[in-house]
């Protein structure tokens, strides 16, 4: 059982180019989440969805977008890179019963820098 | 909308001393509360969360959490640090209307 798993774990990408980040779980959750994680700051949420098909703005969306077009991938996409997008990826996943107070279950981390 | 304080961001304990490592919280509206655990290089874990009920709360790995409505806190305990506890953790926060904040982290230093 994989659980929650991110690709590519390590990247470095130049200001302005764009990339794709990869979550796919194996666990037949309905809600997905991207976090990202700065030092001193926690996770801060960037988008969620709550089911195939459907995508919402966390409170850090500007910049990303997101699309989930099968159950059990989230993707996450940077358009036109900025350093200030450097920091570490989380997604995570969780059941839907009972909303969204179920555990989140995390993968282990895309690290992204912007040079 | 809801907000989460860890004062601490980092706990010193000995081997086999009790820990407690601190969360304060802030929301509209009955909190729904949650710790989790990151070590090096990993994703967050579930250790333990409050919804409703019993304001103590046990976890996984021997980790409890108290929930204190007056004084708005849910702070982590455990009666007997090891080593391996060793780690960062997370409080996390959310009301019925919002999406989940995260604290900042207090990093959780065991000494044998």
């Known amino acids: 059982n994989a659980g929650v798993t991110q690709t590519p774990k390590f990247r470095v990408l130049k200001t302005g180019q764009s990339m794709t980040l990869l979550c796919a779980q194996d666990?037949?959750?309905?809600?997905m989440y991207w976090y990202r994680q700065d030092p001193g700051m926690g996770l801060r949420l960037i988008h969620y969805?709550?089911?195939?098909?459907?995508?919402a703005k966390g409170e850090v969306p500007d910049g990303y977008n997101v699309s989930r077009l099968k159950k059990q991938n989230f993707l996450l996409g940077l358009e036109s890179a900025a350093p200030s997008q450097t920091s570490v990826y989380f997604c995570?996943?969780?059941?839907?019963?009972?909303?969204?107070?179920?555990?989140?279950?995390f993968g282990d981390g895309t690290r992204l820098s912007i040079l | 909308a809801q907000s989460v304080a860890q004062p601490e961001d980092q706990v010193n304990v000995a081997e086999g001393n009790p820990l407690t490592v601190k969360c304060t919280y802030s929301?509209?509206?009955?909190?729904?509360l949650f710790w989790y655990v990151q070590y090096p290089n990993r994703g967050l874990q579930f250790l333990l969360k409050?919804?409703?009920?019993?304001?103590l709360v046990k976890g996984s790995y021997g980790f409890e959490a108290e929930f204190n409505k007056s004084q708005t806190s849910f702070h982590l305990k455990k009666p007997s640090a090891l080593v391996s506890d060793s780690a960062l953790y997370f409080c996390?926060?959310?009301?019925?209307?919002?999406?989940?904040?995260f604290g900042a982290g207090t990093r959780l230093t065991v000494k044998p």
């Open positions: 995570a996943s969780s059941y839907s019963r009972q909303g969204r107070n179920q555990p989140q279950h």
């Open positions: 666990m037949n959750h309905e809600y």
């Open positions: 969805s709550v089911g195939e098909g459907t995508t």
């Open positions: 929301v509209s509206g009955n909190p729904y």
């Open positions: 409050y919804i409703t009920g019993d304001n």
């Open positions: 996390a926060v959310r009301d019925v209307m919002n999406d989940m904040r």
